[in-house]
């Protein structure tokens, strides 16, 4: 569709922004189609969920300076919230998304990558906040979840120097969790969807839910809404099955049989 093609391969699906003449740069029609790509995936087939780009050169380059440059207040404005919406449909999807960061990721996106549960990148990915440059701040989420990932002090020197960083250095501060070679980046992404896909369906969506609600408010009550969603995973087959299935291991291992958890 337009400008993000969506491939589903049995449990996982990968999402791929797709212009690359532009090193795929975020316009209002990319933001539209990537949108339309996640409403349109079924989440009771697809567990795991890959986002990259198209080519070699680029994940995503930034937002698109030639829309943004004539825009007033109150369309920046709106544009900013586009965005915003948009990368939180992808934060706040039901199943895990990886990104497969293949190339640039500055501006927009750098922030959309954040907005994703896990970060991979390739040897040649290069990461920056680089919008004080261009007289503007981050306007897609990268002053808050850069901040929240690597630590305010790290994340005001990125944003504030608009400095560009390489791998190595993205991953020194953690804001990737693994560099590998470009040929090997999304076989790798491939096969840690798949490893998510394998799992308990209902229990991987209640611990991302845990994890990205719980940051929100204090321990305390993190811990209350820990509670609530482990409680709600003893309803449900899964854990029946997979709790009987390493009983019988533990009393039998001949008894042990592959668990094909049911989707949610």
């Given at each position: 569709?337009?400008?993000?093609?969506?491939?589903?391969?049995?449990?996982?699906?990968?999402?791929?922004?797709?212009?690359?003449?532009?090193?795929?740069?975020?316009?209002?029609?990319?933001?539209?189609?990537?949108?339309?790509?996640?409403?349109?995936?079924?989440?009771?087939?697809?567990?795991?969920?890959?986002?990259?780009?198209?080519?070699?050169?680029?994940?995503?380059?930034?937002?698109?300076?030639?829309?943004?440059?004539?825009?007033?207040?109150?369309?920046?404005?709106?544009?900013?919230?586009?965005?915003?919406?948009?990368?939180?449909?992808?934060?706040?999807?039901?199943?895990?998304?990886?990104?497969?960061?293949?190339?640039?990721?500055?501006?927009?996106?750098?922030?959309?990558?954040?907005?994703?549960?896990?970060?991979?990148?390739?040897e040649n990915a290069m990461f920056g906040q680089p919008e004080v440059g261009l007289g503007i701040t981050p306007g897609f989420g990268g002053?808050?979840?850069?901040?929240?990932?690597?630590?305010?002090?790290?994340?005001?020197?990125?944003?504030?120097?608009?400095?560009?960083?390489?791998?190595?250095?993205?991953?020194?501060?953690?804001?990737?969790?693994?560099?590998y070679p470009q040929e090997e980046l999304l076989a790798a992404a491939e096969k840690m969807a798949s490893q998510i896909a394998a799992n308990?369906?209902?229990?991987?969506?209640?611990?991302?839910?845990?994890?990205?609600?719980?940051?929100?408010?204090?321990?305390?009550?993190?811990?209350?809404?820990?509670?609530?969603?482990?409680?709600?995973?003893?309803?449900?087959?899964?854990?029946?099955?997979?709790?009987?299935?390493?009983?019988?291991?533990?009393?039998?291992?001949?008894?042990?049989?592959?668990?094909?958890?049911?989707?949610?």
């Open positions: 569709m337009g400008f993000v093609n969506c491939e589903v391969k049995e449990n996982i699906a990968v999402v791929t922004i797709n212009r690359p003449e532009a090193l795929n740069a975020l316009n209002s029609q990319v933001l539209d189609d990537l949108a339309a790509a996640f409403d349109g995936i079924d989440t009771n087939v697809v567990r795991a969920v890959v986002l990259t780009g198209a080519g070699e050169k680029s994940f995503v380059a930034g937002a698109d300076i030639g829309e943004m440059s004539t825009l007033s207040k109150a369309e920046g404005e709106a544009f900013g919230k586009k965005g915003n919406d948009i990368f939180r449909k992808i934060e706040e999807f039901p199943v895990p998304v990886i990104a497969a960061i293949n190339g640039f990721a500055l501006g927009g996106g750098c922030e959309i990558s954040m907005s994703c549960d896990i970060r991979i990148c390739s002053t808050q979840r850069l901040a929240r990932l690597i630590g305010a002090g790290m994340a005001k020197q990125l944003i504030y120097t608009a400095r560009n960083i390489k791998a190595d250095e993205a991953y020194r501060i953690g804001l990737v969790n693994a560099v308990a369906p209902i229990a991987v969506r209640a611990c991302k839910k845990a994890i990205n609600d719980g940051l929100q408010v204090n321990i305390d009550d993190a811990l209350v809404i820990e509670e609530k969603l482990f409680g709600s995973c003893f309803e449900t087959e899964d854990q029946r099955e997979g709790m009987a299935n390493f009983l019988r291991k533990k009393d039998d291992p001949a008894k042990v049989k592959v668990v094909a958890f049911k989707n949610a």
